[in-house]
């Protein structure tokens, strides 16, 4: 990526982001990608470059994000777009502590597994467009994606060890299976089956379905 020039330092703090569109936005719900500071510096040597396991040392490296919009087709939400360079902006692919972010570990873990279908929840669906620029950048194969919809507690929070949820009772599976299957738009399976072969049928659905 930094042969490309398509990597870049950068030592905005998201404080001083955070004030910027405090002073320029009307309302909290308003699109607020980085402004760009750093991405006109000159260019960084590869000796400058961080280790596979650097130090920190106070200093963000961004992708250059195109100016271009980001289709795709979700096989439970369909069609999708956004224009990554207004709703987000260069983003962080190696964050100033020295960790590597999120959005580039995962792409390069779902291309060393040789992922070909991304199955998760909703709450994530806004990131797949800037897995996807990362893709394009390092020539990887894009994979399908399916966002399901969250499973939430009654408070509204979804099911999670962070907030604390109760455990899904087990008693019954093949009846705590088939709720889940509700909220999966996937058929109910009669109480004589085994778990096993409901989940075989299920498979069969989602095979279909997928395709």
């Known amino acids: 990526l930094h ?42 040597p590869s000796s400058s470059l961080p280790e596979a396991n650097p130090a920190a040392d106070g200093v963000a490296w961004r992708l250059r994000v195109p100016d271009a919009v980001i289709e795709w087709v979700d096989f439970r939400l369909g069609p999708q777009s956004q224009l990554v360079s207004e709703v987000v902006g260069d983003f ?24 070909t279908h991304v199955v998760r929840g909703e709450d994530l669906a806004d990131n797949t467009a800037r897995q996807i620029v990362l893709q394009q950048a390092l020539g990887f194969e894009r994979p399908h994606y399916w966002h399901g919809p969250l499973v939430l507690a009654s408070d509204g929070q979804k099911l999670s060890k962070q907030t604390g949820a109760s455990a899904i009772a087990t008693d019954h599976a093949l009846r705590t299976l088939n709720e889940a299957a509700l909220v999966l738009k996937l058929p109910q399976m009669p109480e004589h089956l085994s778990v096993a072969e409901a989940l075989g049928r299920w498979v069969q659905v989602w095979s279909v379905h997928s395709h």
């Open 3 to 44: 042969a490309l020039n398509r990597v870049y330092p950068c030592r905005c703090s998201r404080q001083r982001i955070q004030r910027h569109w405090e002073e320029h936005t009307a309302t909290v719900t308003e699109a607020r990608p980085y402004p760009g500071w750093c991405r006109q510096l000159p260019p960084v």
């Open 92 to 115: 962080v692919l190696r964050r100033a502590d020295g960790q590597w972010a999120y959005q580039l570990a995962v792409v390069i873990d779902d291309h060393e597994q040789g992922i």
